[in-house]
C-alpha cells in the first residue's frame, strides 16, 4: 500500500497558523509588560503628587494659621509640648470680680450703675472672707492716719479703704502707707449740701465693686476708733442690723426742715432726721446707690438750710429698712455745747479717763441683748491730739489684737 502524501498547501497553512499564534502571543505579551510597566509608573507618580500635594497642603495650612492666630503655631522640628507662654491668660470668675483700680476712669452713671449689680443666688461659689470697708470724707489728707496705721496694722484682707478729699487737694500731704493710693475719684463738696450725699453715694460705689466688702463705715478726718481692730471688724461682721441714727424731731431744725414739694414721694410723717455718720451693710449699700426715687428729690427740693445730709438716709431707711436698722450710729459725738457743729477735742481733753468714758459709755441692745459697747469710733478731734492718742489709745485699746 502507498503512504498518504502530503499535501503542501496544507502544510504551509499550518506553519503559518503556529506563526501567526506565536505573534499574537508576543503581542499580548508585549502589550501586558507594557501595561504592567506604565501602570508602575503611574503609581509611582501619583504617590510622588500625593506627598506633594500634602506638603503644599500643610504648608499652606500652616501660614494661614500663623497668620489668623500666632498662638497655635506648632514647632516644626520635633514633637514637644507647645509653648502656652503666649496664650491668652485664664478668665475665671476670680478675675471677673476683680475689682478696678480705686482711682479709675468711670464717669458718675457708669461707676453708680456697676456698683448696683448684685447676684441673685446668695451663696458664693469660692471661700469668701467678709470685708469692712472705711470710708473715709474728707477735706484733704487723713491728719490722724498714724493712728490708723496702728489700728490696721496687722489685719491686711480684712478691710478696705476708700477715701474721698476735695478735688483741689493735690496730695502733698505725705501719705501713710495704709492710705497710700485709696483716693478715689471725687468732686467738690460743701457743707450741709446734697452734694455730700452725692459723695457719700460715690463712696458706696467704689466699694461696692469689691464683692469682698460687706459693712461699710462712714468717717471724717476727724473720727478714731475707740476699740481694736477685731472688736470693731466681729462687731460689724456679726450684727444683724445696720447702724442709721433714726429719729422723729418735731421742731425748726426737724420737721421745720421738710419741704412740702416732696410729697408725695416722701410725706412729713416719714421725714426723719439723724447722723450724718452712719455703718451699713451691703444689700443696703447696693439700695442707696441704686435710689432713683428718693434721692432725685432730696436734689431738688433740700437745699440750703434743709441740710441734706442730716436727713436723706434716715428718711430712706425710715421708709424702706427700718425693721432691720438699730436706729442708733456707731459714732459718738458731743452735742452737749449747742450749735450747729458737735464739741471739738483739743489736746488737753485726751485723757486715759476720757477715752475710757468714750468706751463705755452707756448700755445699748446689739442683736437683741444688752451690750456695753455701743460706740466703735468718736469725733471730732484735731490733728493737735494725735501725739497723745498714739501715746494712750494703742495700749488702752489694746491695738495689734
Known amino acids: 500500500?502507498?503512504?498518504?502524501?502530503?499535501?503542501?498547501?496544507?502544510?504551509f497553512s499550518k506553519l503559518f497558523n503556529v506563526q501567526l499564534h506565536l505573534l499574537n502571543l508576543l503581542f499580548y505579551f508585549l502589550v501586558f509588560g507594557g501595561g504592567l510597566t506604565l501602570g508602575?509608573?503611574?503609581?509611582?507618580?501619583?504617590?510622588?503628587?500625593?506627598?506633594?500635594?500634602?506638603?503644599?497642603?500643610?504648608?499652606?495650612?500652616?501660614?494661614?494659621?500663623s497668620a489668623s492666630n500666632p498662638h497655635n503655631l506648632m514647632p516644626n522640628v520635633k514633637a514637644v509640648e507647645p509653648n502656652t507662654s503666649h496664650r491668652p491668660p485664664h478668665v475665671g470668675l476670680k478675675e471677673y470680680?476683680?475689682?478696678?483700680?480705686?482711682?479709675?476712669?468711670?464717669?458718675?452713671?457708669?461707676?453708680?450703675?456697676?456698683?448696683s449689680m448684685s447676684p441673685r443666688i446668695s451663696e458664693y461659689p469660692f471661700p469668701r472672707v467678709p470685708k469692712v470697708a472705711f470710708l473715709f470724707l474728707v477735706k484733704g489728707p487723713v491728719l490722724?492716719?498714724?493712728?490708723?496705721e496702728k489700728f490696721f496694722k496687722g489685719h491686711k484682707g480684712l478691710y478696705s479703704i476708700y477715701v474721698h478729699s476735695n478735688p483741689s487737694y493735690n496730695g502733698s500731704h505725705p501719705e501713710s502707707p495704709v492710705f497710700h493710693g485709696r483716693r478715689i475719684p471725687s468732686q467738690e463738696v460743701e457743707w450741709g449740701n446734697v452734694n455730700m450725699i452725692e459723695a457719700e453715694r460715690r463712696l458706696l460705689a467704689n466699694a461696692l465693686l469689691d464683692i469682698s466688702n460687706q459693712?461699710?463705715?462712714?468717717?471724717?478726718?476727724?473720727c478714731i476708733p475707740l476699740h481694736n481692730f477685731s472688736t470693731v471688724y466681729n462687731y460689724l461682721v456679726r450684727s444683724n442690723e445696720t447702724f442709721v441714727g433714726v429719729y422723729d424731731d418735731p421742731s425748726s431744725v426737724g420737721r421745720g426742715r421738710y419741704n412740702s414739694h416732696m410729697y408725695p414721694q416722701i410725706s412729713l410723717s416719714q421725714w426723719r432726721k439723724g447722723s450724718q455718720w452712719f455703718e451699713i451693710d451691703r444689700s443696703?449699700?447696693?439700695?442707696?446707690v441704686s435710689d432713683k426715687k428718693y434721692f432725685p428729690v432730696f436734689q431738688t427740693y433740700c437745699r440750703g438750710s434743709c441740710y441734706a445730709d442730716e436727713h436723706y438716709l434716715p428718711t430712706y431707711v425710715n421708709i424702706n429698712f427700718a425693721q432691720k436698722n438699730s436706729n442708733r450710729s456707731l459714732t459718738w459725738v458731743d452735742w452737749s455745747r449747742g450749735g450747729?457743729?458737735?464739741?471739738?477735742?483739743?489736746?488737753?481733753?485726751?485723757?486715759?479717763?476720757?477715752?475710757?468714758?468714750l468706751r463705755n459709755r452707756t448700755a445699748c441692745i446689739y442683736n437683741g441683748r444688752v451690750s456695753n459697747v455701743c460706740f466703735l469710733f468718736a469725733r471730732k478731734f484735731g490733728p493737735g491730739t494725735l501725739d497723745r492718742l498714739l501715746r494712750f489709745a494703742p495700749k488702752l485699746m489694746r491695738f495689734n489684737r
Open 215 to 222: 459693712r461699710f463705715i462712714l468717717l471724717s478726718e476727724s
Open 97 to 115: 470680680l476683680k475689682p478696678p483700680e480705686v482711682f479709675h476712669d468711670m464717669d458718675e452713671v457708669e461707676l453708680l450703675w456697676r456698683a
Open 144 to 148: 490722724l492716719a498714724p493712728l490708723w
Open 340 to 357: 450747729p457743729h458737735p464739741a471739738k477735742f483739743t489736746r488737753t481733753d485726751v485723757t486715759v479717763k476720757a477715752l475710757n468714758s
Open 40 to 65: 508602575m509608573v503611574l503609581s509611582f507618580y501619583m504617590k510622588d503628587f500625593s506627598f506633594s500635594l500634602q506638603l503644599a497642603q500643610f504648608s499652606f495650612f500652616s501660614t494661614s494659621t
Open 284 to 288: 443696703l449699700a447696693i439700695e442707696v
Open 1 to 11: 500500500m502507498k503512504g498518504p502524501n502530503p499535501n503542501p498547501s496544507n502544510f
